[in-house]
């Protein structure tokens, strides 16, 4: 018996149970892995940028950098003497990010997004590109294309311009970031069992939702029964799986932006002079050629892809049947496309890299939401891009858990969260399953 179980040990769920643990619940975290942040937060390039398409997205993004750059204190962890000596806490590594836009690709709106919420940026023009970044190939390439396209070596027409993004950053360590803020809860309280899988969700009489149902809890597939009146589903990739358990996003009222799996592969090159973290390197987010990249701690880079127009979408329908291993088709895509940006590149002869799974919607924003049966909570959705909004989604998923569960109706009239390092209210009605969808064809750039 618990106040609130949450399905699912990654970074999301960690994050969750940490928030509802201080907000005086218990908290019971099931997880049918073996460990903590070990599902898709595992694969993650924990990259942590600020260039979204939306208000909500740059907002949470640029609050959310702030308690990674100060996460002992995030934690909880500066209080407790009891903290030394245990585990090494994830680092928040600095390094500004590139973002080359694409031709049409609207600019104006991009960065009068970052200077409202106060994100510091810049434009280099050809010029200083060329300058400040003499390992770039600076040309325009667009459209990005398959390497067996008989136009993929064409020389470039052009030249480019960028923004840099100076407080851009990673997480060193995804599953460690997550474990951190595991142990913090469970400091407080959190019980974790994992090699738990949830095989039902538990609903009876008693809702005011269409159902006319609300949660009673969950079952488990090694026959357990464990009651709670708030059931959250924080479960990556598999959420759609526990969504359809619960018996919910099957109708309008929980709107139209389901959820689904895609296979993603994310590559590893060693790092040309200039593109070292010691060195000079930035993250680049490249939409010419239709790739991003980022230095990582050891002198390589990661480099993965922002869905171009020929780039075919792996949509899947099982997580668990996704080889874990990158594939020499797109290992060349990616790895070759970022060659022609640095051409001082050494192409490994094989694919080095992996394999993960994102959870996307229609519109690449995540879902942070209540559903149509009542205390059945999700956090689903995260579409490649809400590692870094980590810190900020168990706030979230607190108050309108706390909003809905006082009767107020989140779905009319959304609560919003406050973003207490910068100084601004986040609305969630931008997170809402029932938000309106116009744009289908986003991508991991949210
Ligand atoms: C290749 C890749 C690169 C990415 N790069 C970035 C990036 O650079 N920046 C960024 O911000 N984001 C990035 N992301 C996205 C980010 O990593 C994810 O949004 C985030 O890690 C999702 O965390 P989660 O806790 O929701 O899911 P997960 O970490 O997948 O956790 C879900 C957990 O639920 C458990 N579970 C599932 N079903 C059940 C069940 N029925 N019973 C019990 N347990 C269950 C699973 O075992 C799993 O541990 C990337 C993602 C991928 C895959």
């Known amino acids: 018996m618990a106040d609130v179980v949450v399905v699912g040990a990654g970074v999301m769920g960690a994050s969750i ?107 280099l023009d050809e010029d200083q590109l060329a300058e400040q970044f003499p390992a770039l190939d600076t040309g325009r390439f667009h459209p990005p294309r398959r390497p067996d396209d008989p136009r993929f070596g064409d020389d470039p027409s052009g030249q480019l311009d960028a923004i840099r993004i100076f407080d851009s950053g990673f997480i060193d360590d995804p599953q460690l970031a997550a474990t951190n803020l595991m142990d913090a809860a469970r400091r407080l309280g959190t019980q974790v069992h994992l090699g738990t899988e949830v095989v039902e969700v538990r609903h009876a009489n008693g809702g005011t939702g269409r159902t ?61 002079s200039g593109f070292t973290l010691d060195d000079g390197g930035v993250m680049i987010a490249d939409l010419d050629l239709g790739y991003y990249s980022r230095p990582q701690v050891g002198g390589t880079l990661l480099v993965g892809g922002v869905e171009p127009d020929c ?56 879902i942070y939401d209540r559903t149509s049966l009542d205390g059945f909570y999700v956090a689903i959705g995260t579409s490649g891009n809400q590692f870094k909004n980590a810190p900020l989604v168990g706030q979230i998923l607190r108050d309108v858990i706390d909003a809905c569960e006082e009767g107020h109706d989140h779905d009319a009239d959304p609560v919003s969260t406050r973003c207490d390092r910068i100084g601004r209210d986040l609305d969630l009605g931008a997170f809402s399953r029932l938000r309106s969808i116009t744009e289908t064809t986003g991508t991991v750039l949210g």
């Open 311 to 366: 780039d075919p979408l792996e949509w899947i329908d099982d997580p668990d049947a996704v080889s874990p291993h990158p594939t020499v088709d797109c290992f060349e895509a990616q790895v070759w496309r970022q060659a022609r940006r640095l051409p001082d590149l050494a192409v490994p002869h094989r694919p080095t890299g992996l394999a993960g799974v994102y959870d996307v919607t229609p519109d690449w924003v995540p």
């Open 212 to 272: 006319g149902r609300r949660t009673v809890g969950i079952a488990t597939a090694d026959g357990r029964e464990i009651d709670a009146p708030v059931v959250v589903n924080a479960a990556g990739p598999w959420s759609a799986g526990l969504n359809r358990l619960a018996g919910v996003f099957s109708g309008p009222d929980d709107g139209v932006a389901a959820n689904r799996p895609m296979r993603q592969e994310v590559h590893v090159v060693p790092a040309p």
């Open 17 to 123: 149970a940490l928030e509802l643990q201080r907000s005086g619940r218990s908290v019971l975290v099931v997880d049918r892995g073996d460990a903590v942040g070990a599902g898709s937060t595992s694969a993650s390039s924990a990259v942590v940028r600020f260039n979204y398409s939306t208000l909500a997205g740059v907002t949470a993004a640029w609050e959310s950098a702030h308690r990674w750059a100060d996460w002992a204190h995030h934690l909880g962890a500066d209080q407790l003497e009891a903290d030394s000596g245990s585990r090494p806490l994830a680092r928040f590594v600095r390094c500004p990010m590139l973002f080359i836009q694409s031709p049409g690709f609207d600019r104006t709106g991009s960065t009068a997004l970052l200077s409202e919420v106060g994100v510091p940026w810049e434009v």
